[in-house]
């Protein structure tokens, strides 16, 4: 079973994830990214993709023209993951 990051440990680990955001309502962590265009923001879509397969853990996430939104949040856990954190450094090594 997956377990909810309990708050000393989701500040922890959002202390190294600084381009992301808790939301409380969510219970997920969110990063919006730009792009220079719609190629750029895709191809960046195409390789998390493959990494969320990988995986097993997918993000939601919203694209438009050259802006990415992702957000990660465990359904089975119903709140932020080690699995969210591990993905949102996967994410960031990509940039």
Do not use: C
Not at 6 to 15: F, G, N, T
Not at 16 to 23: A, P, Q
Not at 45 to 62: G, N, Q, T, Y
């Amino acid at each position: 079973m997956i377990s909810e990051l309990d708050v000393k440990s989701r500040e922890i680990a959002l202390s190294n994830l600084t381009e992301w955001s808790y939301e409380e309502d969510k219970k997920g962590i969110r990063r919006i990214i730009k792009f220079d265009n719609f190629v750029s923001a895709f191809g960046f879509m195409s390789k998390v993709a493959i990494l969320a397969e990988k995986a097993d853990h997918h993000p939601e996430w919203f694209n438009v023209y050259s802006t990415v939104d992702i957000l990660l949040t465990t359904h089975d856990a119903d709140g932020l993951s080690q699995r969210d954190i591990d993905l949102a450094t996967q994410i960031d090594a990509l940039l």
